[in-house]
């Protein structure tokens, strides 16, 4: 159970609803690395939207993470790379409020959200910013009993209380943006992997959230299948969503992403703009990973 957790996997109906339930998506590009105060022994970041603050995970003796600190401007597209087991899904699952942090906190908007044995204004501070983070998994999490747009307008009717009319209104134009206008009443099972993924991202930008997480989310689809979800994702960028992108993806890392985050071992090992990683890796473990793809 615990490894299917770290793998980012949502186990049951249960947790898929209460992520869903949670989320919310946002805008894309700015380079600065921000400022850095020191509060408590931990290294603050300001003016961030999001910022992981010397996360450490661990699950019982496998220590994931190890004193991890990202933050996250808005309008920024962050793409985390790096080889399997290097702690990008669990770090994305922290900021997602999936896992909690064994040391260290997540801050959101200059609140703390995050953090080992949460107090109450943790506590209220994460209920409050739940459905401004929203997640596409790597597995789509679609409702199978549901119709796509049944899919899209649930969390609008059951958690925000919208007018079902308005919510219909909304899904509509959602899949119009992915381009499943044509798939309003189909069931998941009659979709392809591609287009399962682009409903999963309508649904998660139905819930209008400040920043949006991707877990690998074209890593279960074929190749041709690829294409038309990263097209999506490079719209959303360009529109300004603010985007943390875990990925094998090189390409799209390198064309889209305002900065790149390479991670082995649990740490971060390089924090950049793109081209500089992909034509000047500054160490022995970036070269290394950056020979298995051809970019």
């Known amino acids: 159970m615990r490894d299917a957790l770290c793998c980012g996997e949502v186990q049951d109906a249960s947790e898929h609803r209460e992520w869903l339930f949670s989320q919310h998506v946002v805008p894309v590009a700015i380079r600065s690395p921000g400022k850095h105060v020191e509060c408590s022994g931990v290294v603050r970041l300001t003016n961030h939207i999001v910022a992981a603050e010397a ?17 996250v401007a808005e309008r920024q597209v962050v793409c985390v790379v790096g080889p399997s087991g290097s702690g990008k899904t669990t770090l994305l699952r922290c900021i997602a409020l999936l896992e909690e942090p064994s040391g260290g906190q997540i ?10 044995r949460p107090n109450a204004d943790v506590k ?59 798939k309003r009443d189909t069931y998941p099972s009659r979709l392809s992997g591609g287009q399962q993924q682009r409903v999963a991202i309508a649904r998660a930008l ?33 529109e300004g969503m603010t985007m943390i992108v875990v990925t094998h993806e090189m390409g799209f890392a390198r064309a889209v992403g305002s900065r790149l985050v390479f991670m082995d071992g649990g740490e971060i090992v390089e924090d950049t703009v793109p081209e500089q990683f992909f034509t000047a890796p500054k160490t022995e473990r970036a070269r290394r990973f950056l020979q298995l793809f051809e970019v």
């Open 124 to 182: 209220r501070a994460r209920r409050a910013v739940r459905s401004d983070i929203g997640m596409v998994f790597q597995h789509f999490n679609l409702w199978p009993h549901m119709s796509v747009l049944g899919n899209i307008i649930e969390a609008l009717v059951l958690v925000k209380r919208m007018p079902k009319e308005q919510a219909v209104a909304l899904g509509e134009s959602l899949l119009t943006k992915v381009g499943l206008a044509d």
């Open 107 to 116: 801050v959101m908007m200059g609140k703390v959200i995050s953090q080992a």
């Open 206 to 238: 139905a819930m209008s959230p400040k920043v949006m997480l991707f877990d690998e989310p074209t890593s279960a689809l074929d190749p041709e299948l690829r294409r038309e979800v990263l097209l999506v994702m490079k719209q959303l960028a360009q």
């Open 55 to 71: 996360v450490t995970k661990r699950f019982g003796n496998n220590q994931v993470l190890t004193n991890v600190t990202l933050g």
